[in-house]
């Protein structure tokens, strides 16, 4: 090796030394806040907050099932037990009335400040009048035990009014003192992590400690020996489709790397080729994502997954160098001749990954220098450092029948010229008549959750009586206590739209502010007024005299009682619900409202705004996200356009021929139509991932073109040639056709497209580009 | 349906006439699969100087559906079907629906009367200690509840009948008040 080898290698292991360096200290993520707009509107920001780390995103669904239910009411106590201690975990419920007292106390001994019902009207002896008759109808009911415990103190029945209205929301269903499915088949539990959301070391841990709980609590009870666990939420998904991706992944990429390294060692026939033949890939890969992190600060890991996508494309460049050199030939002459040519085909990869570069997503924009950082380096190491460490006189035998066959079948090749336009504008056709139907802008689409995990999310959501928030009513201000003030006016009037029957319900905070507070003791009766109002109600009623002897002190208590604040709810459930519905942010505080059985939201949204000044936004997740993702593919498909316009006028600036360009880029936009057409006839609707894929299938099947238009030195140059291009497609379908088997619905999309396009590529090059040799 | 269920107590009663006892008891309520009647219910609470007196009609049909329909002094029904008991008041326009199972104390008094009518002994075990008393023309059940959450509220159920039919169920609570229901029968 010459000096100049000596100092190339040199620069090479110091730069991807360095990369892994930076690696080692790259933090990784899997949120959803990759695939939200970098500027956000108002309302998505709350969304994507809410998402990140709001109460909801912090929720765990837990069903337990597969044993009788008496076994599986044990389990859940003994879980709910365990995890009550859990430092990983918040809050847990399943149901039993434990812990439900502090509730109960925290209700009944702020009756008069929490009860929406205090009016002036309320304690006239109209009013009183009305509350002892509802409680003579409760007395003549089997609850007359419960009724005549409170009677005497809270004749007003506050607390009977307080227990109806959290009685009237959804609960699951309860056998042996805990919640159950309404099949009786599954125990559920409800677990609130400590962790944030995107936390999703905290949710991992958090999973782990409910899991731990439960074969704790099934250890030695032959009973629950099929018992399962299961869980949902948010943060669940986060760790599986971490796990998955991570995963798949490793797994696919270790198989793929195997597979690819077989067929390489047998056709270099020399494992020290084989290795330097990986050479490019890993370090494009290592670079990768060490550029990522330096430009973005941290790197998703959906990013990550699509590293090993690299190795079918990065793998290419040594397959083109090493059997494209001739017998008694140097690296250094074959890199002479076909230089060019692969410089043009990486510029034009990188042309259409630029576009992505600037996308308003963060999620795209790491896909984009992910890949163009990946390509060059892959490139340049292919060009500056692979050369120097080929052994000497190293050339690739490949069978002489096999050279034969490939020409034969390229010279018979354009006769299938006529056949392969029918496809095409068959494909187009079919594309045109699909035109509406071929995006789904499903949240399910997008997410790398698998279907099967999205059903068992509804089935225990369903279970658990919690349905998915759709509608959102949201109001904010600078200070806690104005965004409660504006919270109240807000479900004053979704109250009266309730009784309409625009919606069937929706959940307050339950901490009144200051000023409601205040305005309840300001209307309970004196001593005097009390007693002459109460006596005048008694009278007629049969109740015995000295019933409500403790009612005035009670009255009398509560006007000088401390006004409750957050602190007095903190560990208990209003405490927690409290927590999700007033939320502290960026600026200040938000009161979240989540509506249920919304009919008409635009109709909900004009009641409001004309009914009240406080500001508002009806946020609608459902169609946030959907229009978010809408954006999303949007710009990524006219970034894609405008990078194939990039590539064309590339192109043209390199090739000056306006007939080569056409012919260079009929291949391309023949498989990506024809690639498309297939997907949708086998069922799948596009989603970004597919875009993604077809902008690969564009720089991969670039090369084949290009190569096919490379002006080659002779018969056998154009069979060695024609050659490594079989190898790197073979490759290249190795790679990606891997990824087809992945379950996560990413790596499955992408997988598939290019594995399709880049063979379709090949094949439309052979048939559309024939070119005279010298 | 009487003639037949008269048959077979002709065939059965000479035997097991001595060995009358709760078993017996039982398997004749479940031979009713529908029985109606009128009631009258007295409560006397501790909070009330008079006892609150209501009346209405009962129906019941084998073996988990009971309604009661109160007519005086107001309007209410309550409904128990497979387990969900419904309470409506039209007056005050309340409908209120309650799986009695997430009410133990409930659930347990619902049971006393559906298990007894329907016969379901096991059902009426699972609540109850069960003291029996009278012979198989007439009788007097006491149940005593086994869970403490229902003794917290409930001292003792008593439930006596003529043969296959219910004509009195009376209930001690646990803080002295007690409520009598009276019932006329027309069993079909």
């Known amino acids: ?774 | 349906m009487r003639i037949l269920i008269l048959l077979a107590a002709l065939f059965v009663l000479p035997a097991s006439a001595e060995e009358w006892g709760l078993p017996q008891l039982m398997q004749s309520l479940a031979q009713v699969q529908t029985s109606q009647g009128k009631f009258v219910e007295r409560k006397h609470l501790a909070v009330l100087d008079v006892p609150l007196t209501s009346s209405g009609t009962l129906s019941f049909r084998a073996p988990d559906h009971l309604e009661k329909h109160t007519l005086e002094p107001k309007d209410e029904t309550l409904v128990l079907d497979q387990g969900v008991l419904t309470i409506e008041n039209k007056a005050r326009n309340i409908k209120r629906t309650l799986v009695v199972q997430q009410y133990p104390a409930v659930w347990a008094f619902v049971e006393s009367i559906r298990s007894t009518l329907a016969g379901d002994l096991p059902m009426l075990q699972r609540f109850y200690k069960v003291e029996l008393k009278g012979g198989a023309a007439k009788w007097r059940m006491k149940l005593l509840p086994l869970e403490d959450r229902t003794r917290a509220m409930v001292k003792e159920i008593v439930i006596s009948g003529h043969g296959d039919r219910v004509t009195a169920i009376e209930m001690l609570e646990a803080n002295g008040d007690h409520s009598t229901m009276t019932v006329i029968g027309e069993t079909q």
């Not at chain 1, 941290?298 to 090493?322: M, R």
Request: aromatic share 6%; with cysteine; hydrophobic share 50%.
């Open chain 1, 1 to 774: 090796m010459k000096l100049r080898g000596y100092l190339a290698v040199t620069v090479w292991l110091a730069f991807v030394a360095s990369c892994v360096l930076v690696i080692a200290r790259t933090q990784f993520t899997t949120d959803m806040s990759a695939f939200m707009p970098r500027d956000p509107t108002p309302t998505q920001k709350i969304m994507v907050e809410q998402l990140r780390d709001g109460v909801v995103s912090r929720l765990i669904l837990i069903g337990v099932d597969g044993a009788p239910a008496p076994v599986l009411a044990g389990l859940s106590k003994r879980m709910a037990e365990q995890l009550r201690a859990a430092p990983e975990l918040a809050a847990v419920n399943n149901g039993e009335q434990v812990g439900m007292e502090k509730d109960f106390e925290l209700l009944r001994d702020n009756r008069y400040l929490l009860s929406d019902a205090v009016t002036p009207q309320r304690f006239s002896a109209a009013g009183l009048r009305d509350s002892l008759n509802y409680y003579l109808d409760l007395l003549a009911t089997p609850m007359s035990g419960m009724a005549q415990r409170v009677l005497p103190t809270d004749p007003s029945g506050e607390l009977i009014h307080m227990l109806e209205q959290l009685q009237g929301q959804a609960q699951p269903l309860v056998q042996d003192d805990v919640w159950f499915s309404g099949d009786g088949s599954r125990a559920m539990l409800l677990a609130h992590t400590r962790g944030a959301g995107n936390d999703i070391d905290a949710q991992e841990r958090a999973m782990l400690a409910i899991r731990s709980a439960f074969e704790e609590a099934r250890k030695g009870n032959a009973e629950a020996a099929g018992a399962q666990v299961r869980m949902t939420g948010p943060g669940v998904f986060s760790v599986q489709s971490r796990a998955a991706i991570r995963d798949d992944a490793l797994r696919l990429s270790i198989i793929a790397t195997l597979l690819i390294s077989c067929m390489l060692l047998l056709l270099y026939r020399s494992p020290r080729a084989l290795a330097l033949g990986l050479f490019p890939v890993a370090s494009g890969a290592l670079a990768g994502i060490a550029a990522v992190s330096l430009g973005f600060g941290s790197v998703h890991g959906l990013t990550l997954g699509f590293g090993i996508t690299l190795i079918g494309e990065g793998v290419d460049y040594a397959i083109y160098l090493f059997t494209q050199i001739e017998r008694n030939g140097s690296p250094q002459t074959t890199l002479r001749r076909i230089w060019p040519t692969m410089r043009l085909g990486v510029l034009t990869s990188v042309c259409g990954f630029s576009a992505m570069l600037f996308s308003g997503f963060t999620g795209l924009a790491q896909l984009g220098m992910f890949s163009i950082t990946g390509l060059v380096v892959a490139l340049a190491t292919s060009r500056l450092v692979i050369p120097h460490l080929l052994p000497q006189g190293f050339f690739v035998h490949t069978p002489a029948w096999l050279g034969g066959a490939l020409m034969a079948l390229v010279r018979a090749a354009p006769r299938m010229r006529l056949a392969l336009f029918l496809v095409v504008a068959a494909a187009l056709a079919f594309l045109v008549f699909k035109r509406d139907a071929m995006w789904n802008d499903n949240l399910s689409s997008m997410s790398p959750i698998p279907q099967e995990a999205l059903k068992l999310d509804e089935q225990l959501r369903r279970d658990m009586g919690a349905p998915d928030v759709r509608y959102m009513l949201v109001t904010g201000a600078d200070d806690e206590e104005h965004a409660l003030q504006q919270g109240e006016e807000l479900v004053a009037v979704l109250r009266d739209l309730a009784a309409q029957g625009m919606l069937q319900g929706y959940d307050a905070p339950p901490l009144p502010s200051r000023k409601a507070q205040l305005a309840r003791q300001a209307v309970l009766p004196g001593e005097l007024e009390l007693r002459r109002n109460m006596g005048e109600a008694l009278r007629g009623m049969p109740f015995r005299s000295g019933t409500f002897a403790p009612f005035a002190a009670e009255i009398a208590a509560a006007k000088r009682q401390p006004l409750l604040d957050r602190e007095a709810l903190q560990g208990t459930a209003l405490g927690l619900k409290l927590d999700t519905c007033l939320v502290r942010r960026e600026e200040g505080w938000s009161v979240m409202l989540p509506l249920r059985g919304v009919k008409d939201a635009p109709a909900i949204e004009r009641g409001i705004g004309n009914a009240t000044e406080a500001p508002f936004v009806l946020l609608d997740m459902k169609r946030e996200t959907e229009q978010m993702f809408r954006d999303y593919r949007h710009e990524a498909a006219s970034n894609a356009l405008l990078g194939a316009l990039g590539i064309v006028v590339l192109l043209f600036v390199s090739l000056r021929s306006f007939r080569r360009v056409l012919e260079i880029s009929m291949p391309l936009a023949a498989a990506v139509v024809t690639v498309t057409a297939l997907l949708l006839l086998t069922g799948h609707t596009l989603s970004i991932f597919h875009l993604i894929g077809l902008l690969l299938v564009v720089a991969v099947g670039s090369n084949y073109t290009l190569f096919f238009d490379h002006r080659c030195t002779s018969a056998q140059d154009r069979e060695r040639t024609i050659t490594s291009l079989l190898f790197a497609n073979v490759s290249t379908m190795l790679g990606f056709g891997l990824l087809s088997f992945s379950q996560s619905p990413v790596l499955n999309a992408i997988g598939s497209t290019v594995a399709t396009g880049a063979v379709l590529s090949l094949v439309f090059s052979a048939i559309l580009i024939v070119r005279k040799d010298d």
